[in-house]
């Protein structure tokens, strides 16, 4: 079955350093791949969405990768700030093994970040 | 303009009961889906409804039924509820049925059921 898997544990990293995230997958061929913020209580925000024939994608302080043949996407926040400081989720869509024609999104169980000011 | 709002907040229910859940997507969304988000996972796809049709269906019991109205809103309707139903509800909508390279999905802030 389907598998995403995310660094269980929590990252804690000092203000001004840059994060990395990570996001590995089994049996599955997304043609998209995704990274939300989700805040306590509150909805996912989706952050950066990159395409299977992409390898990086940036949008000011965030990079993403993607490794369709390690089948692994690496989110990275750079000059990170305590108000980055959230759980940050990796979502799969678009399986390419059945013609990627879905809406439906696969999430992994997401990384909780802490900066330490 | 207003995001995806959904009611109520909190909800607090016994097992056995019945709830209904609800959802208003961003204006000119037509597609919504449901999640179910359980302490300490990630969200976990229910359903995806577009043009008031059910489009995709997760892998949950049949004890879970949704609709979608003419105006796009969307209810979840959970039946016999176990206490393994508690959960974070996210409603999420979006402008196509399909996922394209433009295309994301926009959540709601959820409605928090506990089933005592």
């Known amino acids: 079955s389907q598998k995403i898997e995310q660094n269980s544990e929590a990252l804690n990293i000092q203000e001004g350093k840059t994060a990395t995230l990570t996001c590995n997958y089994t049996?599955?061929?997304?043609?998209?791949l995704q990274w939300y913020r989700q805040d306590p209580g509150r909805g996912p925000v989706f952050l950066l969405l990159?395409?299977?024939?992409?390898k990086e994608k940036r949008k000011e302080r965030l990079k993403v990768t993607f490794d369709t043949t390690l089948k692994q996407s690496l989110f990275h926040i750079t000059a990170s700030q305590p108000a980055d400081s959230a759980t940050y989720l990796c979502?799969?869509?678009?399986?390419?093994?059945?013609?990627?024609?879905?809406?439906?999104?696969?999430f992994g169980t997401g990384t909780l970040l802490a900066v330490q000011p | 303009d207003a995001g995806v709002t959904q009611s109520p907040t909190h909800l607090i229910k016994t097992r056995g009961q019945h709830v209904t859940l609800r959802c208003s997507p961003i204006?000119?969304?037509?597609?919504v889906s449901w999640y179910q988000q359980v302490l300490g996972q990630g969200p976990q796809f229910i359903f995806q409804y577009y043009e008031k049709e059910e489009r995709g269906r997760g892998n949950f019991p049949d004890r879970f039924s949704a609709r979608q109205f003419p105006n796009y809103s969307s209810e979840l309707n959970v039946n016999a509820l176990l206490l393994g139903d508690s959960a974070l509800y996210l409603c999420a909508s979006s402008t196509h049925r399909v996922m394209g390279p433009q295309e994301t999905q926009y959540f709601g802030p959820g409605t928090r059921l506990l089933v005592l």
């Open positions: 049996n599955y061929s997304p043609a998209y």
């Open positions: 990159i395409r299977e024939n992409e």
């Open positions: 979502a799969l869509a678009g399986d390419l093994n059945y013609g990627g024609a879905t809406n439906k999104l696969i």
């Open positions: 204006s000119g969304h037509k597609s």
